[in-house]
């Protein structure tokens, strides 16, 4: 007879014995899973971790790898539940800690992100993945804005091509769109185009630097936002390997 808990789960020492029959199905299962994982059929990988679980529902990786394909379906909450099962299995499980990290830098959560990566980071300590998601998640904390510098803009500081268009002055506005319709209209000049146009693509691309200086002058942070954006987005796509 077994002791249930509330959420009618059995605490691990009072589960039943997992038979040798099914801990060899359900690493059969795990081997599929990863297998969907290559092939970036999540559902079906959801599909075997969760027969996997069924089968032998103490292996904290079954969890684990569960959480990575709930994530890469949008599912952070359910990944998030799942690392979390398998901490509670093996609370010395860096992967678990990682993965929870990145659901949670997911749902904008960052401080507790960075708790997360702290943590794995403390069990393996030279995992690079985990350095460079940590500073990511830090920085994102650090570009949250105050309550005061959000009094003085009464909206948030969000990057846009009209954030763009109205950091530059009108001078320079005028410049460029002269510019370009230059080019246009000499595109279409007959023979002598092409001497002009190429004098008017060297005239553009000097526009164009103009334009880029005059934004890191007039408004450089809006330029370190966008470095962080696209450092931030060339690490979501990182792959990993699974257990």
């Not at 093996?90 to 702290?118: C, T, V």
């Amino acid at each position: 007879m077994y002791c249930f808990l509330q959420n009618d789960e059995l605490t691990p020492a009072e589960s039943p014995s997992v038979s040798p029959a099914d801990i060899e199905k359900a690493e059969q299962l795990k081997d599929e899973g990863n297998n969907y994982m290559k092939e970036q059929n999540y559902e079906a990988a959801v599909e075997c971790y969760s027969q996997a679980v069924e089968l032998d529902p103490n292996n904290a990786v079954y969890y684990c790898n569960r959480a990575a394909a709930h994530s890469q379906l949008g599912h952070h909450e359910d990944a998030i539940t799942d690392c979390e099962k398998a901490i509670s299995i093996d609370e010395k499980y860096s992967k678990a800690y990682g993965r929870m990290g990145r659901a949670l830098a997911a749902l904008n959560k960052y401080k507790e992100a960075i708790s997360s990566y702290q943590k794995a980071l403390d069990l393996d300590p030279e995992n690079e993945s985990y350095k460079s998601y940590l500073k990511i998640a830090e920085q994102k904390v650090r570009q949250v804005p105050s309550p005061r510098s959000h009094m003085i803009t009464g909206r948030r500081c969000v990057i846009s091509t009209d954030k763009l268009t109205n950091t530059l002055s009108k001078a320079s506005r005028s410049v460029y769109k002269k510019r370009m319709s230059g080019m246009m209209s000499n595109a279409g000049g007959g023979p002598a185009a092409g001497v002009g146009g190429l004098t008017d693509l060297s005239g553009l691309i000097q526009a164009g630097q103009q334009f880029a200086q005059q934004i890191q002058q007039q408004n450089p942070e809006l330029i370190q936002q966008l470095r962080n954006h696209v450092r931030s987005r060339s690490f979501s796509g990182t792959t990993e390997e699974h257990s």
